[in-house]
């Protein structure tokens, strides 16, 4: 009887002993407990592959007025919101210097063409009769002139004659001598005709008036400021009486002196990373929304692609500048500064197997890995990790290449979501 006891004793030991066992070694297990909500499917569906941004809705033409001179305004013509067309006044300034400065500029053109039309014409007979008569009186002077310094010399030696007398004598007896070589040399060159270096100076000094009178004439214009294109202007930074600098968009405290904007054709300029950058080409169709106008929705297309980046705020991010135009939709509704969200559709993929993203973790590359769940029974599932080949995806879901069958059930991790490098 004691015996039998033993033996079944050691035999209940050896079965429990097999059982935990078999157990450990994954002959039974029993799982664990997942929530309906937390199981994903893989399924086949299709994947439209956008872009999303935010961005800010511009004119596509916008010019601040620039002003070529310096001057204070003393007329300004149009208000914030009002329509203009191109070459429109907008402003004048006070053009009282520059039409002095263009009164200056033409006489000295003047005085210089007149010299250059007697030398062109060269000596007229009775400029060379006059020019040696000039001369004989010249010479005449000079006679006297030196008679009166021999004169004067013996009085000076005789004592009979003041030095400052003498010196005077002399004095003019020089002047005399040099008057009949400025004569002589004029009756010459009357003689000669006119030189033709001294036509070609003559030509060179008009030329250089005109060039004068040619930038007066531009300063001048410039003290009217014309619209450079049709459109509305969205900003007035000036005032009458208000000085303006030349060269600069902007007054003394840094805003524009008027902005023209044409609003019949806007944009949304948006900043994509270079990861995204890659899946953008001109033309594409781009979905506009607006906050301020939430019931309304606008179509449009890539119209520019920056060909270099900028930095972004955060380090090693490099920005693309990309312009949607808007094309349709109620665009008389928008209004330069709004915020817009811009989808971009940059592919679709029909019937591929996907899962909610949040099942998979990321690593680099197309590499990812699912937690696959097995059910034993009832809310019990047995999970197990599982590599896969990722391909694209959405805000949504992700394309599985590899590694899951269709219909095979996955545990979905919200926290995966933070393991994502990148989306492909």
Same mark, same amino acid.
């Given at each position: 009887?004691?015996?039998?006891?033993?033996?079944?004793?050691?035999?209940?030991?050896?079965?429990?002993?097999?059982?935990? /066992?078999?157990?450990?070694?994954?002959?039974?297990?029993?799982?664990?407990?997942?929530?309906?909500?937390?199981?994903?499917?893989?399924?086949?569906? $299709? &994947?439209?592959?956008?872009?999303?941004? @935010?961005?800010?809705?511009?004119?596509?033409?916008? !010019?601040?007025?620039?002003?070529?001179?310096?001057?204070?305004?003393?007329?300004?013509?149009?208000?914030?919101?009002?329509?203009?067309?191109?070459?429109? !006044?907008?402003?004048?300034?006070?053009?009282?210097?520059?039409?002095?400065?263009?009164?200056?500029?033409?006489? $000295?053109?003047?005085? @210089?063409?007149?010299?250059?039309?007697?030398?062109?014409?060269?000596?007229?007979?009775?400029?060379?009769?006059?020019?040696? /008569?000039?001369?004989?009186?010249?010479?005449?002077?000079?006679? &006297?002139?030196?008679?009166?310094?021999?004169?004067?010399?013996?009085?000076?030696?005789?004592?009979?004659?003041? &030095?400052?007398?003498?010196?005077?004598?002399?004095?003019?007896?020089?002047?005399?001598?040099?008057?009949?070589?400025?004569?002589?040399?004029?009756?010459?060159?009357?003689?000669?005709?006119?030189?033709?270096? $001294?036509?070609?100076? /003559?030509?060179?000094?008009?030329?250089?008036?005109?060039?004068?009178?040619?930038?007066?004439?531009?300063?001048?214009?410039?003290?009217?400021?014309?619209?450079?294109?049709?459109?509305?202007?969205?900003?007035?930074?000036?005032?009458?009486?208000?000085?303006?600098?030349?060269?600069?968009?902007?007054?003394?405290?840094?805003?524009?002196?008027?902005?023209?904007?044409?609003?019949?054709?806007?944009?949304?300029?948006?900043?994509?990373?270079? @990861?995204?950058?890659?899946?953008?080409?001109?033309?594409?169709?781009?979905?506009?929304?607006?906050? /301020?106008?939430?019931?309304?929705?606008?179509?449009?297309?890539?119209?520019?692609?920056?060909?270099?980046?900028?930095?972004?705020?955060?380090?090693?991010?490099?920005?693309?500048? @990309?312009?949607?135009?808007?094309?349709?939709?109620?665009?008389?509704?928008?209004?330069?500064?709004?915020?817009?969200?811009?989808?971009?559709?940059?592919?679709?993929?029909?019937?591929?197997?996907?899962?909610?993203?949040?099942?998979?973790?990321?690593?680099?590359?197309?590499?990812?890995?699912?937690?696959?769940?097995?059910?034993?029974?009832? $809310?019990?599932?047995?999970?197990?990790?599982?590599?896969?080949?990722?391909?694209?995806?959405?805000?949504?879901?992700?394309?599985?290449?590899?590694?899951?069958?269709?219909?095979?059930? &996955?545990?979905?991790?919200?926290?995966?979501?933070?393991?994502?490098?990148?989306?492909?």
């Amino acid at each position: 009887m004691k015996r039998s006891w033993l033996i079944l004793t050691i035999g209940v030991f050896v079965v429990g002993a097999g059982v935990a /066992a078999w157990r450990a070694l994954g002959g039974v297990n029993e799982g664990e407990a997942v929530a309906q909500d937390a199981i994903a499917r893989v399924e086949r569906g $299709d &994947l439209s592959v956008q872009v999303h941004e @935010v961005g800010q809705i511009q004119p596509l033409k916008k !010019v601040n007025i620039k002003s070529k001179v310096a001057g204070q305004v003393a007329q300004l013509l149009v208000t914030e919101g009002q329509f203009v067309k191109k070459n429109q !006044v907008l402003l004048a300034l006070d053009p009282t210097d520059f039409k002095r400065r263009l009164a200056e500029v033409l006489a $000295d053109s003047d005085n @210089v063409a007149a010299e250059l039309t007697r030398l062109e014409a060269g000596s007229l007979p009775e400029e060379c009769e006059e020019a040696q /008569a000039q001369w004989t009186q010249a010479k005449a002077r000079a006679i &006297l002139a030196r008679a009166e310094k021999e004169r004067a010399d013996r009085a000076y030696q005789e004592s009979s004659l003041a &030095l400052g007398e003498y010196e005077a004598s002399k004095t003019r007896a020089l002047e005399a001598e040099a008057q009949v070589r400025v004569a002589q040399a004029r009756w010459h060159r009357l003689k000669r005709g006119s030189r033709r270096e $001294d036509i070609l100076a /003559a030509r060179a000094r008009l030329r250089k008036a005109e060039v004068a009178v040619a930038a007066a004439r531009d300063q001048l214009a410039y003290t009217v400021l014309r619209a450079p294109i049709d459109g509305t202007v969205i900003h007035r930074g000036i005032e009458v009486g208000e000085m303006v600098t030349p060269g600069v968009a902007e007054t003394g405290d840094r805003k524009p002196l008027l902005t023209v904007a044409d609003l019949r054709q806007l944009v949304v300029e948006s900043d994509i990373n270079q @990861v995204q950058i890659g899946k953008l080409t001109l033309a594409q169709a781009v979905r506009v929304s607006v906050d /301020a106008l939430p019931d309304d929705v606008f179509s449009g297309h890539i119209s520019s692609i920056a060909p270099a980046s900028v930095p972004g705020r955060e380090a090693d991010v490099q920005l693309y500048k @990309v312009k949607t135009l808007i094309q349709s939709g109620p665009v008389a509704h928008l209004k330069p500064g709004m915020s817009a969200d811009v989808d971009i559709l940059v592919g679709e993929h029909p019937t591929v197997l996907r899962v909610p993203i949040e099942a998979v973790t990321q690593s680099a590359g197309h590499k990812g890995e699912v937690t696959r769940l097995e059910k034993i029974r009832g $809310d019990r599932y047995r999970k197990a990790r599982q590599p896969v080949t990722l391909g694209v995806s959405t805000e949504q879901f992700i394309e599985i290449r590899a590694g899951v069958n269709e219909g095979d059930s &996955l545990l979905i991790d919200p926290e995966a979501v933070k393991g994502r490098i990148n989306k492909f």
